[in-house]
Antibody, heavy 118, light 112 residues
Framework: QVQLVQSGTEVEKPGASVTVSCKASGYTVSDYFMHWVRQAPGQSLEWMGW????????HFAQKFQARVSMTGDTSINTAYMELSSLRSDDTAVYYCARDGGSGSLDFWGQGTLVIVSS | DVVMTQTPLSSPVTLGQPASISCKSSQSLVHSDGNTFLNWLHQRPGQPPRLLIYEVSNRFSGVPDRFSGSGAGTDFTLKISRVEAEDVGVYFC?????????FGQGTKVEIK
């Protein structure tokens, strides 16, 4: 069965960078695009971008374009999202989600809480 | 960006009774390929979202048939025919017709 397992909680200071990993099982990560979505406390969901793990091609929301990178390591079936120049309003749960086709996000990771605090 | 507006934001329902959530988009969600990319997601407290409905009306694998989606263009609806206890949580509509993909504010469904 498809599973996405993310890395654990991160606590960072303002201005630092954070990397979240997302290990896929039950399918080959290079066969599907991977998206990243975040959710600030008590808020709705915010789409950040996608990566094609096979080619490395990416597309980011303009809001994050200057600060985000997404990569994939197909040898270990894992995708990564790095967010730099962290601010307090980056405090959120970050999710990876598989692109299921037809504009859908069919499987989601359990989420990684990133806390940005001095 | 496409703005997604859900109503109501809160919906107290009686077990076994129906529930309905509306989602309106600021632009048409008909993609250039002719498909309409509107999804519904459900999030229980402390859990990640899970896909319920894609392309307006297609139930994802394993989703009970008490869930149904309808609509076209800019107006969409999610209906639960008979609410069960496991249906509590927040429901989000999401558009994937244009980048950036965007979500509604969420509708909280709780049992009366």
């Amino acid at each position: 069965q498809v599973q996405l397992v993310q890395s654990g909680t991160e606590v960072e200071k303002p201005g630092a960078s954070v990397t979240v990993s997302c290990k896929a099982s039950g399918y080959t990560v290079s066969d599907y695009f991977m998206h990243w979505v975040r959710q600030a406390p008590g808020q709705s969901l915010e789409w950040m971008g996608w990566i094609n793990p096979k080619s490395g091609a990416t597309h980011f929301a303009q809001k994050f374009q200057a600060r985000v990178s997404m990569t994939g390591d197909t040898s270990i079936n894992t995708a990564y999202m790095e967010l730099s120049s962290l601010r307090s309003d980056d405090t959120a749960v970050y999710y990876c989600a598989r692109d299921g086709g037809s504009g859908s996000l069919d499987f989601w990771g359990q989420g990684t809480l990133v806390i940005v605090s001095s | 960006d496409v703005v997604m507006t859900q109503t109501p934001l809160s919906s107290p329902v009686t077990l076994g009774q129906p529930a309905s959530i509306s989602c309106k988009s600021s632009q048409s969600l008909v993609h250039s390929d002719g498909n309409t990319f509107l999804n519904w997601l459900h999030q229980r407290p402390g859990q990640p979202p899970r896909l319920l409905i894609y392309e307006v009306s297609n139930r994802f694998s394993g989703v009970p048939d008490r869930f149904s989606g309808s609509g076209a263009g800019t107006d969409f609806t999610l209906k639960i025919s008979r609410v069960e206890a496991e249906d509590v949580g927040v429901y989000f509509c999401m558009q994937a017709a244009q980048f950036p993909w965007t979500f509604g504010q969420g509708t909280k469904v709780e049992i009366k």
